[in-house]
Every structure is written in C-alpha cells, then in structure tokens.
C-alpha cells in the first residue's frame, strides 16, 4: 500500500476475471476507513464495447442497489457482465451497464460505465448529472456487509472529491422516483444520515 501526504490515491489494477473475485477485500468494520482506493477495471470483468450514448458532467451522487440478491460466495464479475449483456439486449436496449461503480459483498469496487456519460434507468427519474454508485445484492432481502458499507463509503469520497461535487447532494435512488432501491437495509443509513456524516469524515482526512 502507498499513501502520499493522506492524498486519496487510485488504483486500477489490470488482471483477469479469474483471478479477482475475492481477492481485494476492504478491511472490516464500517469505522475504518482508507486513503488508498483499488477499483478494478471494465477489463476485468470482460466488458463488452458501450453504444454511443450522452455525455455529462457529473454534478451529484445517487446510491443503489442492483436489485437481486447476491450470495457471499457469486462470482461477482461474471454477475456484472451478465448484467451487462441484458442492458445492451433487446430486454432493455441501453447502452451499458447503467451504473458508473459497482461495490460487491467484499468491498471490491468495478468500473461501469464511463463517468462522463449518463447513467439509465428503468424507473422515472432523469439520471442526468448523477454519478450512480450500486452496492450488489438485495438490500430488502440481505444486509449490507461491512466491507461493503465502508467501500461506499471511501468510494463516495473519493468521488466528491475528484469529481468537486458536494457531500449534501448524495442521496438515493428512492430520494428521486417511487422505488424500494436502494432497499430498506442499505436506506437505513440515508434516513440516519450516517452515509453523508462519515463521508464528510472521510474528506476531512484528504
């Protein structure tokens, strides 16, 4: 691990989709925090090409869920992909996987789609202008892991600060249209303002 001076620092690391599941977790305990953020890349879950589709700039932050429930143990790139493949199919005929950062069980975060395009949805509200983060699984049916609450949380961050948007625009998917995402386990942490303070915390330290 390197830390420069607290500066936030990413990492893609380009490895096969064999060899990530599983392999970089977060550390556990949604009070511990890291400086260093590791999001592995579309390569690494074999994205296919996106269609053209319109650009944005990214001006406010909205948290989901991906709406199926997520075993501990699923091959998570293999999900996303296949994901993707029904996105871009006759099903729904987007342009890509909808999400920007996709967060799995363990904490590991994946590229989606590219950040200065708009995201998709299929519920009425205009994603345009919104960074869309998803935590993997079913927040109605399971909870969130640790590992899994604290990446959102560092990835969050790490966001606000690249992309200069402010903390008090992160809300959720429910925050805009009539739906249950990001599921009452994950909301929970929306409703008790836990999400913003700790991501206030964290920028504090960059």
């Excluded at 202008?129 to 699984?137: D, E, I, V």
């Excluded at 249209?177 to 386990?185: A, F, Q, R, S, V």
């Amino acid at each position: 691990m390197f830390l420069f001076n607290k500066k936030i620092k990413i990492l893609f690391l380009y490895v096969t989709p064999l060899i990530i599941t599983g392999c970089f977790s977060s550390k556990s305990g949604v009070e511990k925090t890291s400086n260093e953020i590791i999001i592995l890349p579309r390569s690494a879950w074999n994205a296919l090409d996106p269609k053209p589709f319109p650009s944005q700039i990214p001006e406010r932050i909205t948290i989901h869920h991906e709406g199926e429930y997520l075993s501990p143990d699923a091959n998570a790139a293999e999900k996303i992909k296949n994901t993707q493949i029904w996105c871009i199919g006759k099903e729904r005929n987007w342009s890509d996987i909808p999400y920007h950062f996709l967060i799995d069980l363990k904490g590991n975060i994946y590229e989606g789609r590219n950040v200065f395009t708009a995201g998709e949805t299929n519920t009425i509200y205009d994603p345009s202008g919104h960074l869309l983060l998803t935590c993997m699984g079913n927040f109605e049916e399971q909870e969130i892991s640790n590992e899994q609450l604290n990446a959102l949380i560092n990835l969050t961050a790490f966001c606000c600060k690249k992309y200069q948007i402010n903390p008090e625009t992160i809300k959720s998917h429910r925050d805009y249209t009539e739906t249950l995402c990001p599921g009452k386990n994950l909301y929970k942490y929306f409703q008790n303002g836990y999400i913003i303070k700790k991501v206030k915390e964290e920028l504090a330290n960059l």
